[in-house]
């Protein structure tokens, strides 16, 4: 509602041609030249969009291993009975101390598929993705709600390690902390911490730099608009960047350097701020130099994405209902679309099947699949704000809205919408898809195995 009101008071102004003044911010008296009738609608259409009376659901004893020891056991779905007319089936569903937003790993541990989630309350758990059994489970001081990473050499490498985004009002100096833990057998084991200013509410981006398999490296950007580069090994500070032009929401991600660059590795990090700053950096094994920043004038939650067959631009969602693809080289817009004006939170995915279009989701309830040029092929509406980004599985779009159902579609062809399961509370949490499996948290408080028919 925030976001949304915020939004529509900044596109007024720009309407109706009212220069603003301080860089672009509205002042409490520009506020009260609004008409009544425009501040009616901005009430109206907020309390329209007002999520489901069951939010949130949580356990409240007073003790955390008190909490995790009296979470109930898996429930397993039985086999539906009308497999050929559905497209998803429920598995089963481990239940968490609190919602799951962030997204799900899936890691091959001795023949094994392990399931690792986190949830709002810092509690995290391993699964056995085909039993549903519960492995481990443990505790991380702060909310999880970026997704989870991880960083492994093979299927056979015993010192796998996963990393821990997490935030938290309770210390004002520390507001976020990364943690980094491994995964031994089929437990979490604390390997080392770092604590930040700003909260961690995105995926801390783990990677080993290009031709050095013991440079384990860590990207950590924050609420405070600081761009953190970590040996991941040990935590080990290596450089920071203190203004990165405003809050970070959105994932760092990795660029690789192509035939028309002199850098092997770059990093995008993109803003939640008003000027919605969009940042390039060049990696070193060691340090990183800022190469150029944009403002799109507009908060980017969205993780950008690589745009389809172009290793050289790059499309980024924006509050304002933008999509836009901007030059790598130089943040240059080679063109920009403009949907409904209802924010977008959601990443583009890429559709494998047709390797030159984009699906993404949109406040507005919409599900738009478009060309490489930004040209809308189709979209599909489903009536509910669409918060968490699609995935694809063989021929079919996966994707869920915070009504708390989620949607299959096919990649040809969006209009018609397959299949739908209702999970009863919102979704916010981006499906993780692996050997033909969906995994997915809820605000149920549960974490969610579901199989794609087409897969089995």
């Not at 980094?180 to 080392?192: E, I, N």
């Not at 013991?214 to 991941?232: P, W």
């Not at 008003?274 to 993780?303: H, M, N, Q």
């Not at 990649?411 to 018609?416: A, E, F, I, K, T």
Request: glycine share 6%.
């Amino acid at each position: 509602m925030a976001i949304n009101t915020c939004h529509s008071i900044l596109s007024y102004f720009r309407r109706k041609g009212v220069q603003l003044s301080n860089d672009q911010m509205v002042t409490p008296l520009d506020i009260m030249q609004l008409p009544m009738d425009f501040v009616i609608d901005i009430i109206k259409n907020g309390r329209d969009n007002l999520p489901p009376e069951k939010k949130k659901a949580k356990f409240t004893a007073s003790d955390d291993i008190f909490d995790l020891e009296a979470l109930p056991s898996t429930t397993i779905f039985k086999d539906s009975a009308t497999l050929d007319t559905t497209s998803l089936q429920k598995k089963w569903k481990v239940p968490m101390l609190m919602c799951v937003d962030s997204s799900p790993l899936v890691i091959r541990r001795d023949d094994v598929n392990i399931v690792i989630a986190g949830s709002q309350r810092g509690d995290l758990v391993c699964v056995d993705d085909i039993s549903g059994d519960v492995l481990h489970r443990s505790l991380v001081s702060g909310k999880i709600e970026g997704d989870l990473s991880y960083l492994q050499s093979d299927c056979t490498d015993t010192e796998t390690m996963i990393f821990i985004p997490t935030y938290s009002s309770v210390d004002r100096k520390h507001k976020g902390t990364a943690y980094a833990l491994h995964l031994k057998g089929t437990s979490l084991v604390p390997s080392w911490e770092h604590k930040c200013v700003g909260e961690i509410k995105n995926k801390l981006t783990a990677f080993i730099y290009p031709g050095s398999k013991l440079s384990k490296r860590l990207l950590c950007a924050t609420y405070d608009g600081s761009l953190t580069y970590l040996d991941a090994a040990n935590g080990r500070v290596l450089q920071v960047a203190e203004d990165l032009g405003g809050a970070v929401h959105a994932d760092p991600i990795l660029i690789h350097g192509n035939a028309d660059t002199t850098r092997n590795l770059f990093a995008l990090v993109v803003s939640c701020a008003w000027k919605g700053a969009v940042s390039c950096v060049s990696l070193a094994e060691s340090s990183f130099e800022r190469l150029w920043t944009i403002d799109l004038w507009t908060p980017v939650y969205s993780t950008p994405t690589l745009s389809p067959n172009s290793e050289s631009q790059v499309t980024l969602c924006g509050v304002d209902g933008s999509v836009r693809s901007i030059k790598l080289k130089d943040g240059v817009e080679v063109w920009r679309l403009d949907t409904e004006n209802r924010p977008i939170f959601t990443k583009c995915c890429s559709l494998k099947a047709l390797k030159h279009r984009t699906v993404f989701g949109s406040h507005d309830g919409k599900l738009r699949c478009i060309d490489s040029d930004g040209t809308v092929v189709w979209n599909v509406d489903v009536s509910s704000p669409i918060l968490s980004s699609p995935v694809t599985i063989n021929n079919d779009i996966i994707f869920a809205d915070t009504s708390g159902r989620v949607h299959t579609v096919s990649c040809s062809n969006g209009l018609q919408v397959h299949d739908t399961l209702s999970f009863g509370a919102e979704i916010f949490c981006s499906p993780t898809v692996h050997g033909g499996n969906v995994y997915l948290g809820c605000r149920d408080s549960h974490l969610h195995k579901l199989q794609h028919i087409g897969s089995a």
